[in-house]
Structure formats: C-alpha cells, structure tokens
C-alpha cells in the first residue's frame, strides 16, 4: 500500500487486507468460509444486476434545467412555472421501447422521452414518447400489445406474424403505425427528435379553474431521421450510436435543448370538440388549437455512474404537483398505477429514495415509516395522524379541481363520431411529402413482407380504409390483389376479421 492510497474497506468500514487471495485451508484450498470479504463480495456481484425494464429496456440519459419563457400562471399554479425566468433541475432518460438492453439504438421502434423535474412541490415526472400518439387508448390491451412485439414464446424470436395480426385486430394502431414505418420511426440521435406527453393533462390555477393541455418538447437541433437502409447499417456499424452522441455532446459543452409549446384547451371548448380530447390515439390538429411556447429545457451534465443515475432511474405519471394533474384518458388512468408497481418489483420498495429519483428541492414529511419501503433515520415525531405532537399536517391547497363524473358502470367499448382512420389519412396526404411516402410504403411492405398472407390482407386494408393511395400502393408492393383489399376495406371489422382468419 502507497503512503496516501485510500483504504479498501467492506461495507462496514473494516479495513480488507488482501484483495487478491481467498483465505484457504493449506494451499491451494480449500477456501474458508470465514473469509467474509469473499462472501460479501460474491454476494453483492450476484445481485449487481437488476431485472431490465419489461418496456424502455436500453436508454442513456442526462441531467439539465428547464427555464420558464412566457407567463403560464393564468392556467397553472405549478410553483415551478410559476415565473418567467426560473430555473428547475431536471433529468431526462430517452429509450428505445420494445428491445432488450442489447438491442441497437437504431431499431425501428417509439423512442422514450422521460422527464423528471426536481421542484420545491415534490417531483414532476412527464413520461411521454418521440410521438404525440400511441398504438392503443385502453390499458386492457397493453400487456398484449408489449407480447407482440417482443420474442415469440416457442421460437424466442421476434415474430412479424404476432406483430401484424395485432395491430390489424386493432384499427386505433393505424395512426401510430404509420408515423412508426415513417423515417420517424428511426430517429438519427435523440438530440434530433421531439419528445411529447402524448396523453392530455389537466392544468388549474390558483382560483380553482382548470384546463386540459398538451406537451410538446421541440428539439432545437432540428428534427434528423434515419432512412431503413442508414439504421440498418448503423445496427451493426455502431448499435450504441445514440447513447453514444448524447454522452459525446454533452461532453464537449454541444448542450441539446428543446423548446416547450403547449397546446391549451378550456373545458368548454373540450366538450364540443370534433375529436375526443383525451384520446391517446389522436392529436389535437395544429390549425385547432395553436402551440404555444412556454419554456426551454437545456441538458448540460450527464450522470458520473451509468448503473445508480439511469437504470435505476424510475419516472411515473402518477408524479405530480399541485397545479398539475391527470386527465379523464383511460391508458393514462391504467399507467397511474403500473409504473409505481413494476419499479417496486424491479428496484425494490424503497425506490424512490434513490438519489435519482428523490425529491431535491423539496423535503419529505409523512407517517410511513420502518421496514423495506423506508429506510430513512426515524423521527422523534408520531407515526399515525391525526395528532396533537407537531406532526405534518394535510395541505387542502393542494387539491386538483373537483370533476363532474356520471354514466353507467360496465366494460364499455369506446364509441366517438370520428373514426379511427381520419388522422392516420390526412398524416399520410397533408403532412408527407411524396419522399416521406414512398419511404413510409417500402417500410411497411419490407417488415410486413414477413408475415402471413391473410394478416397482409387484413393489415392493408386497414392502410386502404385511411387512404385509397395509401392501401393500394401497400398492396402492390405486397403483390396483393387491389381490388381484393379494396373489397375487404369496405367490411365491418368483424367481417374483416372472419374474412382473414386461418
């Protein structure tokens, strides 16, 4: 030992000797089971790996601030927004969403967009994606969803035939489906790629009135996607390529940032609105309900330990922060509970007092103590409430708005005037160009070219019923029958089911 190296220790404090050889019987051995520093250091190796995320598997993230630009306080009494110019910690954990932490950064694939806001309130988290929609809008179906896309149980290989009889069993996919075999699906960085709340969410204010709004994190780096050839040879060129090139910019001081527009609906308005508001499926159309900016958000610090700051870092959307709530959208009302209960399972009960993800500018007060879901030093305060000793007491100030709630209770299934179509044909005829489409075409029929004959039919004719064009050229470059499609595209979806089946 050096004359300043530190001392290596056990866990507690002991200094350890020798770090090279186990304490034997004779030599070579056996080894002694008194040789507690092996023990412990082979029982902490067993258990330094944590089961990986179900979902949002591989990810790379970084810590910034975000900086209020315009005044939001006639919607929102959330402390953090409450003035121009102030500054709140974040941290941000972009993922790919369906591969394991092997998988290639470049997959074809929704990409996370995680956010954690460490306020004077408690923790914000906004668990959004790159995309302003998703495939399904009720929770039922997600785990089935999650199984279709991950390995097939009998061959543990990925299955286009699991893939494509889902989502052409479920026609509310077909928005999503189509910015995901867009270039979108294959963002080049996740510098260069937007972040959204994807779901609606209730703003209120101070005098108790509230609004329902939409996130919209725009990059500033502009909006960069990869071609299927391009993420293709990345996969094998450089699978960590977008891990690597948040860690590398950050690094040389290239800070990214996104600019923060909002979309803002009055309750009024959301009641006679031609599409419903809170359906996770469907955006809010620009021309609608104009964008707002509100804020920037800057990444300028990445994490000193990978393991602690990113994979243990857990985000859920039941994090709020008076001013901030949930809105009436059933996925989002199932993910409430979800994310709580798998970081429990994955992390371990006292997740959320890991540095990453304990509150920083606010201070914990509460009643649950002891055992595994609180580690923390006791205090001389009771335990139960109510109490007369100085305990902390309930703050009504921060109660969300009440909302009116009627109707019948049953498994209802969803019925609006506006189809699922709609949105899915007008991304494809006024938002694409002619290169955005054609790409959109050769991606469709390059992965949908591995599934069943009958599953293409029936997923075609979904792409026909948004858009002639688009239904026929997917079609033709499946060598399809149009007419066929054309025929089945004019079916219920029951029929078309029966029509498809094996």
């Given at each position: 030992?050096?004359?300043h190296?530190k001392?290596?220790t056990t ?13 034997t019987?004779g030599n070579?051995g056996?080894?002694?089971?008194q ?8 029982a ?16 790379a993230g970084a ?30 954990r ?5 591969g394991?932490?092997g998988s ?19 923790n ?12 399904i ?7 089935d ?6 390995r097939?149980?009998i ?19 077909i928005?999503q489906?189509t910015i995901l ?22 703003w209120?204010n101070?005098?108790g009135?509230?609004?329902w ?23 094998s ?8 090139d948040?860690?590398?910019?950050i690094?040389r001081?290239?800070f990214?940032?996104w600019?923060?527009?909002?979309q ?10 031609r ?5 996770i ?9 104009e964008?707002?900016t ?16 990113v ?7 039941a ?7 949930p809105?009436?959208?059933k996925?989002?009302q ?13 992390l ?9 993800n304990?509150p920083?500018a ?9 055992a595994?879901m ?5 205090s001389?305060?009771p ?11 309930p703050?009504p ?7 009116d709630?009627s109707g ?15 949105q ?9 160009t ?13 992965h949908?070219?591995n ?7 029936r997923?075609?004719?979904?792409f026909?019923?948004?858009d002639?064009e ?14 066929e ?10 029929q078309?089911?029966e029509?498809?089946k094996?």
């Amino acid at each position: 030992m050096t004359k300043h190296a530190k001392k290596m220790t056990t866990n507690f404090g002991a200094p350890v000797p020798d770090d090279q050889n186990s304490i034997t019987a004779g030599n070579p051995g056996p080894i002694l089971m008194q040789d507690v520093h092996l023990l412990e250091k082979l029982a902490h190796f067993d258990r330094e790996r944590i089961p990986e995320r179900v979902v949002h598997a591989k990810g790379a993230g970084a810590y910034g601030d975000f900086e209020v630009l315009e005044d939001v306080s006639k919607y929102t009494k959330a402390k953090f927004l409450s003035e121009v110019g102030k500054r709140t910690e974040v941290f941000v954990r972009f993922s790919t969403v369906g591969g394991e932490k092997g998988s290639a950064d470049s997959e074809r694939d929704p990409r996370g967009f995680a956010m954690k806001f460490y306020t004077e309130d408690g923790n914000y988290d906004l668990v959004g994606n790159n995309t302003p929609i998703f495939f399904i809008r009720d929770p039922l179906k997600f785990p089935d969803f999650i199984h279709t896309q991950k390995r097939n149980p009998i061959t543990n290989l990925k299955d286009a035939d699991m893939f494509w009889d889902f989502l052409s069993l479920t026609p509310e996919s077909i928005h999503q489906v189509t910015i995901l075999f867009s270039d979108r699906g294959t963002p080049r960085t996740y510098r260069h790629m937007n972040g959204y709340s994807s779901h609606t969410f209730m703003w209120y204010n101070e005098k108790g009135e509230h609004y329902w709004v939409k996130y919209h994190f725009k990059t500033e780096q502009g909006i960069e996607n990869f071609t299927r050839g391009e993420a293709d040879h990345m996969k094998s060129a450089d699978p960590d390529h977008a891990t690597r090139d948040l860690f590398d910019a950050i690094e040389r001081e290239d800070f990214p940032s996104w600019r923060l527009e909002m979309q803002i609906m009055t309750p009024e308005q959301a009641l006679e609105y031609r599409f419903d508001p809170f359906d996770i499926t469907k955006v809010w159309p620009h021309g609608d309900y104009e964008p707002i900016t509100i804020g920037r958000m800057t990444l300028n610090r990445n994490p000193v330990n990978y393991f602690n700051e990113v994979e243990q870092s857990a985000f859920s959307p039941a994090n709020f922060v008076p001013g901030i709530g949930p809105s009436p959208d059933k996925l989002l009302q199932g993910r409430l509970f979800s994310y709580h209960d798998t970081h429990r399972h994955r992390l371990g009960t006292n997740y959320h007092m890991l540095p990453v993800n304990a509150p920083k500018a606010a201070q914990v007060d509460n009643y649950q103590r002891d055992a595994f879901m609180n580690i923390a030093p006791g205090s001389g305060h009771p335990n139960y409430y109510p109490n007369t000793m100085g305990g902390a007491e309930p703050d009504p100030t921060a109660a969300e708005p009440a909302l009116d709630v009627s109707g019948m209770i049953a498994r209802q299934p969803y019925i609006h005037p506006n189809d699922d179509y709609v949105q899915a044909g007008d991304l494809y005829r006024e938002v694409m160009t002619d290169s955005d489409r054609s790409n959109l075409i050769d991606n469709i029929v390059s992965h949908l070219s591995n599934a069943q004959k009958r599953l293409q039919m029936r997923q075609a004719a979904l792409f026909f019923r948004a858009d002639r064009e688009y239904g026929s050229r997917v079609a033709q470059g499946l060598n399809l029958d149009v007419k066929e499609i054309e025929s089945l595209a004019s079916l219920e979806q029951e029929q078309l089911v029966e029509a498809t089946k094996e």
